[in-house]
C-alpha cells in the first residue's frame, strides 16, 4: 500500500525490519509511553513509601507530610526529576536515530508512514528540554544527608532547615515535572481516531451516538478505570513490593557510601566501607545480593499491573454478567417448559418472537437433528413439549399432545448447552426492548409478528477467509490413520531428508480417523445412523454397519456425503464455518414474512438481499492449492445453491484455465474488454444449478498481486483474504469469521435484534450505524 502512496514503479520495502539488537530497541521504543507511565506509578509508590513507615525507621519515618517534604523526600523530588530527565533524553535521542534508519528507504517519498517534519521537530524539542531543563535542576539542587538522630523525630534540631525556604529550594524541580506532566499528556494524547477515511460528518456522527460529549464521556470511563487500577499498583508497591526491601540498600546493608548525598542517607558502616574492602568476596557478594533485591522490586513493579488488569476484568465482568443475566448461561439442569400460553419458557419465547415461535422451534429442533446432535426420536419429544409436530404446520390434537417440561439433562451435551444458552440469552433481548424509554411492539418488531417489516433488518455481509485449509475431509482421509506410518511425521515432498520441514502425521496408528471422530461424538454417529435409515439412505439404523459399509465403499454418493459433512462438523474445517454462517440465513428464510417478501421476486435467491456469505478462498483453481479442496468447495456451492453463498477467489498466473476462461467470458460479454489486458484480478461468482457449474457475477482486475512484497516479506495472508472478499460485500454490516467456527441455527434468529442495535429503527439516515462489525458467539 505504502509503495503505491508513494508511486513507485515497483512494489518494494519502505521501510528497514528490524533484527538481532534492533529488535529489542524496536521494542522499548513502541512501548516507552505505557513503560514511563507505569515508572511514573513506581516513582509516586515510592515518594509515599518514604513516609510510610513501612521500612525501617531512618528512610521511611520523619520524612515530613505528603505536601510538607522533609529530608529523604526533599531529595527524591529532586533527584527523581533529574533522573527522568536522564531517561527522556536518551529515549528521544535512540528514537530519532532509530526511526531515521528504519525509514530511510522511505526518504523522500510521499507517505503517511514515514515521520515529518512535525514529528521530527516534537521529538527535537523534548530532547531539548530534557537536557535543558535536566541540567538546570541538577545545577540548583540542594541535597541534605538526614542525621542519625533523625529517626526518630522531626522537631526540634530535626527539622529540615530546607523547609523554611521549601518553595525556593523545589521550585525547578516543581517546575520541571509541571513541564513533563504537559508534555507527557500533549505528546501522547490521542488526536485523530484510528479511521479517519469515510467517517461521516460530525453532525451524523452526534446523531449515531458518536459526538464528541459522547467520546469525552467513553474515555472519561476508560481514564477512571486506569486511573484506579494504576492507583492499586501504586498501593501494592508501597505496602508489598517496596517493604520486601526493608533495611536492604547499599548504604544499610554493605555500607557503600555510593551516591549517599544524593539520597540523603547518614554514612554506615559495612562490609564495603573501606575502599581496600570494596573488591573482596564479602563486598562484591553483598552488593550483588542487594542490587538483584531490588531489580526484582523493579520488574515486578513493571508487570503488577497486569495482576491487577486481570483482576479488575475479572470483577467488573463479573458485575456486567450479573447485569446482562449471563449467569448460568449453560446450566442444563433448569427444565425449559414450553406448554403454551403457560411456560415460562414459552411465554418468553412469544414475547421476543412472536406468535409464531412455534415454527421457530420446531426450525430449531430440526437443525440440531440434521447435524446429528439429537436423535430423530428425541427430536420429535422436543417439538411435542411445544405442542406442534415435526413434519407439519399443524398443531398437535388434543390425543396426541404429550406437553410436558424439557429435562436438558437428559440430552447429549452439547445440545443440551445451545438450548440453555439459547433461552437464557431471550432475557437479554426482551430487556433491550425496555432500555432507554423504546418499547417493544410483538406485532411489528417481533420476527413472526403480524405486523412484521422485511425491510427492518439491515444487511449482513458474513466473510470466511481461507487459503488451502481442509474444507471437507476426503473419503481417503476418514479411511486414513490406522497403519503405523500413519502415525509419523512426513515430508511434504515425499523425500525426507536432514533438516526438511515435515506434515503432521495422518492419524494415531491404531485408529481411522473416521473411527477416532466416532470414539469422541460416538452417540451423535448412533444419531446420524438413525437419521440416514429414517430418511431412507441406509437399510439398517446400526452404526457399526454404517462404518463398515463405509470402510468397504459400499455406500452410495450421497450417504458418502452425509458422512463427510457429519465429520467436518466435528473438525476443523472450512465446511464447519461455511454451514455455521449459513445458520442466519436459514433462520431468515423460515420466516413468514421472509418467504411473503421473496415470493414477489423468483429470481432471487431467498434471502439474498438481507445476507451473504463470501467464502474468499485465496487458492482455489491454483496449482498452490488442492484438488481434493476444490472439489469440495464446489460440493458446498452445489448443496447450498439456493441460499446466498459466493465464492471469490484470486485469479492469477498459475490459475487454471477453466477459472481465466469464465472471467474472461464473463468481460466479453460485457463488451470493450481486450483478452490478456490484465495479469491478475478477484473474481466473484456462484453456483448455477442448471449449468452445474460457477457463473461469474463481477471480475475486479487488479494492478498489484493479493500480497504484497517478495519473499519473506509480503503483507499477511488472511488479511489480504478478507480484504479481497471485502471488496465485493454489499452488506450494510460486516462479519468475518475463522475457518473453524461453527455455530448454532438458534444464534441466527438473534441476529436481527443485535443489528437493530447497531442501526436503531428511529434513525432515518443509515451511514451513521453505531458500528458496522458483527461477532458471533463461536463454539470450536
Known sequence: NESGIQCRPKVAKTFKEPASIMVLIDFALCYRVPFMLKMYCFGIAGYLYLGSHMGDDLATSHNG?????????????????????????????????????????????????????????????NFCISVLAGLWVYNQRT?????????????????????????SVLQWAYAYWVCRTILFMVMNVKQVPVFIFGTPDRKVRKESGRGWLDAWALDLRVFAAWFFMLGACIIAEVFLLLPAMKGLDLSSTCGLDLLADTFGMPEQQGVCSEPDLQATFKCVACLGSVSAGWMLVFLGSLVDIYFVFYLAAAVVGSVMGHKRDLNDLKNTSLPIDLRENKGREALLFERTFGPGWQQVWRVMVKSLMMESFISPKQATGLVQAAGITLEGESALTHRDKTQKPIHLTRFPSLAAERLAFFFQSLKWIERQGTEKGSSFEVSTDSLTGEHFDPGTIPSLTQIIPAYNEVVIPSVEFLKAGADPEDARNSSPDDQPGLGDLTVPPQGDGVNTNLAFMISQFPDEWVFLTKRLHAEGWIERAESQDLYQDFMKGK??????????LWGALRMQSVAKTVIGALQYSKALA?????????????????????VEVILAHQTYGHSEGSEKND???????????DAPLLLVFDLKKGSSLELWRLAESFLSMRGGYIPGSFDQASVKCKWDKARRGLRVLEVLPRKFPLRLGQGEFRTQGKACNQLNGLRFASGHFVQALDCNMGTFVGEGFKVPYVLRTFMPLDKEDRTNPKCRYLGFREYI
Open 143 to 167: 541535597y541534605l544527608r538526614k542525621p542519625w538522630a533523625c529517626s526518630q523525630s522531626e522537631v526540634g534540631d530535626c527539622v529540615d532547615p530546607r523547609v523554611h525556604k521549601l518553595f
Open 631 to 641: 472439489e469440495a468447495v464446489q460440493l458446498l456451492l452445489e448443496r447450498w445453491a
Open 65 to 125: 507530610s505528603l505536601f510538607e517534604p522533609q529530608w529523604l523526600r526533599i531529595n527524591y523530588i529532586q533527584y527523581t526529576a533529574v533522573l527522568d530527565a536522564m531517561v527522556w533524553t536518551c529515549l528521544e535521542a535512540v528514537l530519532i536515530v532509530y526511526n531515521s534508519w528504519q525509514r530511510w528507504p522511505s526518504l523522500c517519498h510521499r507517505s503517511p508512514g514515514i515521520p515529518g517534519l512535525k514529528w521530527l521537530m516534537e521529538h527535537l524539542f
Open 555 to 564: 455406500l452410495n454418493t450421497e450417504t458418502v456425503q452425509e458422512v463427510r
Open 590 to 610: 423460515s420466516l413468514p414474512k421472509i418467504k411473503q417478501y421473496y415470493a414477489q421476486f423468483p429470481e432471487k435467491r431467498i434471502t439474498e438481499d438481507h
